[in-house]
């Protein structure tokens, strides 16, 4: 999609150094994505906080010390 956008050279110009980005266009699709992703990762945190039935290193434990479990 074609955008318009006025975006401040001094940031542009960090943004393709931290990048490693060679366009300015391939500067902004990378923070865009690294944007997305950490908020998508944010809220696997939030809904990832909510589980009980989560293995517990005692169980883990239990589970690798048992026979069935071993190779």
């Not at 060679?22 to 865009?32: H, L, N, Q, R, S």
């Not at 589970?63 to 479990?69: A, C, G, H, V, Y």
Request: charge should be positive; aromatic fraction near 8%.
């Amino acid at each position: 999609m074609k955008t318009t956008i006025d975006i401040p050279e001094e940031e542009l110009k960090e943004a393709i150094k931290h990048t490693g980005a060679k366009t300015k266009k391939d500067a902004v699709v990378y923070a865009v994505k690294d944007f997305n992703r950490r908020r998508r990762l944010a809220e696997l945190s939030r809904v990832l906080g909510t589980f009980n039935e989560f293995m517990t290193q005692d169980d883990l434990k239990v589970m690798r010390e048992d026979r069935k479990w071993k190779k």
